[in-house]
């Protein structure tokens, strides 16, 4: 989702970022030096990236030369013969690397987004070489050497207090690195890094082939009764483009649940989709990722061990928000037994629904979705197909999101078309800050494509720098099915939702205010990272907001009031369910890594571990699967979320209560976006992250208001 500059103990976080973005490439013949433009900074506004010029084979030469250059300056700073000074090492090696992280960061924010064949062949030849290279950086002894004696005598060094941040993160890096450990248990690490960043790799791509693969194809439009035209004449043309002419392709989201299941009339299509869904990554064939989720739970287990740590749970929350992996459990266990008490209360309606009817059956995770929309239509009298016309995209964008952010912070946006995309529909916005001056460029790459990967994400391709002046190139991702050619993009609840999150992401990067690169934008703790752009949702049905931007494609009639009033009434509707499979997979990340090695399951075991693990919990409710299961769950085996996929659920405990400070302070105004970006969304991290917290909202965290966001704060009957 982010991209900071890839310098000294900051390149340790590069492994997860081989998968994090679920990425790809290929052995290419070199490319002439002379015309890489990866070598050289990009001459357009911003460093924007030059997408036209760059082509496979200029990846693979320009991250070799990055990581000779990058070992070189380390080099100059380990053995500098001038005693060690805050400059001639920290900020020497916020500088160094500009080559290596320049090209890495276009190679992985495009093999998330655009990837091919050649890019996949090269993420597996660099996995290892990556990281193999930033442990020749972190396990330099003579380097840590200057950083220990610095850290040392911190407090005596006059440093301002974001420089003797820097100080203590760069200690801290080295040290969860290995910096300490003996020469021997070292070079086990640099083995399991390396180990760990191929398996990494594999799953990654090992996820996004088999989604591919697993699309689900049917014969006739009467299998797929209750779908729209439109949604029909997608289907059909992705069959097309398949080499199934005639028939109708319906693809699998990274989610366990589809959004065609809502629709279907016909329950075996439901079953059909939802099977194939949940078989993902654990059927046997050339994309099962059971061994590699094996062996990724036992090797990381076993470099927390050789790091001290108990699991690998433990060394991951050690710098988080929330504390310790017992808080951590006591939370999702708190949450656990009103969520699933609700979404049996949940399954019972619909269950009464089913037997109401001639050939009743017991309701299954197929059904959930289907029969969730008939009990909202019935007890709420509207359905998403009401909404939809009221959500065109480009609306939603400049009417809503931006609207939004020109009311909280001043902000002005300008669509340019000069600049080059990577992606036809990829569109590009020049942001002003409220005083006409140019803050950032913004990407907007919204539609899905089968070389994209699932999901929703942002990325920076430029952060913002204060040692060089350089301004942030922000990014943001969705996947929304592209409709009929010449038909209006419209959209979905959740999807407008997405865009609204997303953006409070691309905030955070772009009003980074920070002197140091180590520190910019989202460079913040994994369970925190979430909290602004969960809060920024909040602006998607403010009155003033959502007036705004929800009108009628055709008519421009604005969405009626009593539909609002619905859509508002039914905001806690089905959160039983949705609280429950979030819950499911972050349950299943925890017990994954609170292992030691030894209990780590073979690959003959996950499946059996998962559900054993869903039963301790007290999760295992059929209906309701986990959001993920372990075998496609990219975001903890191949993206930055292992051991920190609770951060959704704890970054909205952060979010709802600073929600509820927004309203008590009036709401959409400058004062109070100036508030959040002046003490929050501008810090990066250079501060404490709960520390940032209560500097916004005046206080510490409660978690009152998301349980009644959630309609879980009502006792179990």
Do not use: C
Not at 13 to 42: K, Q, V
Not at 492 to 508: N, P, Q
Request: aromatic share 10%.
């Amino acid at each position: 989702m982010r991209t900071n500059l890839l310098t000294a103990p900051a390149l340790r976080l590069l492994a997860a970022l081989l998968a994090a973005a679920a990425l790809h490439a290929a052995d290419a013949p070199p490319a002439a030096m002379t015309d890489n433009p990866l070598l050289r900074e990009s001459p357009l506004p911003f460093h924007y990236p030059q997408f036209d010029l760059i082509r496979n084979e200029h990846f693979l030469p320009a991250i070799e030369q990055g990581m000779t250059e990058h070992l070189r300056e380390v080099a100059a700073i380990a053995h500098n013969p001038a005693r060690p000074t805050f400059d001639n090492t920290i900020v020497a090696l916020e500088k160094s690397g500009a080559l290596l992280t320049r090209a890495t960061t276009v190679f992985f924010n495009l093999s998330g987004a655009h990837t091919n064949p050649a890019m996949q062949q090269i993420q597996r030849t660099l996995a290892p070489r990556l990281a193999a290279h930033s442990d020749a950086v972190n396990l330099d002894p003579a380097l840590f050497a200057r950083v220990r004696a610095l850290y040392d005598a911190r407090d005596s060094l006059g440093l301002d207090p974001e420089s003797k941040r820097l100080l203590w993160r760069y200690y801290q890096d080295f040290v969860r690195a290995g910096a300490l450990l003996a020469a021997p248990e070292q070079a086990r690490l640099r083995a399991l890094n390396g180990e760990l960043a191929t398996l990494q790799t594999a799953f990654a791509q090992n996820v996004l082939k088999e989604r591919d693969a697993s699309a689900v194809v049917f014969d006739t439009r009467a299998e797929l009764a209750g779908l729209s035209d439109s949604q029909l004449a997608t289907m059909a043309a992705a069959a097309k483009a398949a080499g199934k002419d005639g028939k109708f392709l319906v693809a699998l989201q990274n989610t366990t649940g589809q959004p065609p299941l809502a629709d279907l009339t016909q329950r075996a299509a439901r079953e059909k989709i939802m099977a194939a869904s949940l078989a993902r990554g654990s059927r046997g064939g050339e994309f099962d990722n059971r061994a590699v989720v094996s062996a990724l739970a036992k090797l990381r287990a076993e470099r927390a061990a050789l790091l001290g740590y108990p699991h690998h749970a433990a060394f991951q929350l050690a710098e988080q928000t929330v504390g310790t992996v017992d808080r951590l459990n006591r939370l999702l266990a708190q949450l656990a037994v009103p969520a699933v008490a609700n979404a049996r209360r949940e399954a019972a309606d619909m269950q009464a629904l089913i037997d109401a009817a001639p050939g009743g059956f017991p309701l299954s995770a197929a059904d959930w979705r289907f029969y969730a929309e008939k009990v909202r239509a019935a007890r709420y009298a509207f359905d998403e197909s009401q909404l939809k016309p009221y959500f065109e995209l480009d609306r939603v964008l400049r009417d809503g999101v931006f609207f939004a952010a020109g009311q909280l912070y001043g902000l002005t946006f300008k669509e340019r078309h000069d600049l080059p995309v990577y992606e036809p529909t990829v569109r590009v916005f020049d942001v002003f800050d409220a005083d006409g001056s140019p803050l950032a460029i913004f990407l907007a790459d919204f539609y899905a494509r089968p070389n994209k990967n699932g999901g929703a994400w942002m990325s920076a391709y430029v952060s913002q720098d204060g040692l060089t002046g350089r301004l942030p190139v922000v990014a943001n991702h969705l996947n929304i099915p592209p409709p009929p050619a010449g038909q209006p993009t419209l959209l979905t609840h959740d999807f407008v939702k997405t865009m609204f999150h997303e953006f409070g992401h691309a905030l955070h990067g772009m009003f980074s205010h920070v002197k140091y690169p180590r520190f910019a934008g989202t460079a913040v703790p994994r369970d925190f990272v979430e909290f602004p752009s969960q809060v920024n949702e909040m602006w998607m049905t403010w009155p003033a907001v959502l007036q705004h931007y929800a009108r009628h494609y055709q008519t421009g009639a604005p969405l009626p009031a009593e539909l609002l009033a619905k859509v508002e009434a039914a905001e806690k509707f089905n959160q039983g369910f949705a609280t429950t499979e979030q819950l499911g997979a972050t349950l299943l990340d925890q017990a994954w890594h609170q292992l030691d090695a030894a209990a780590v399951p073979g690959a003959d075991g996950v499946v059996a571990f998962e559900a054993a693990a869903l039963k301790k919990a007290g999760v295992d409710f059929a209906p309701v699967p986990p959001r993920y299961r372990s075998t496609y769950f990219a975001h903890i085996f191949s993206g930055g979320y292992s051991a920190g996929y609770y951060s959704y659920l704890w970054s909205e405990v952060l979010s709802a209560d600073s929600v509820e400070w927004f309203k008590a302070h009036g709401g959409l105004t400058r004062a109070n976006g100036d508030h959040f970006r002046q003490t929050l969304l501008s810090r990066g991290g250079t501060d404490d992250a709960l520390q940032l917290f209560r500097d916004f909202t005046g206080g510490d965290p409660d978690l009152q208001p998301l349980l009644v966001k959630r309609g879980l704060d009502a006792p179990a009957k």
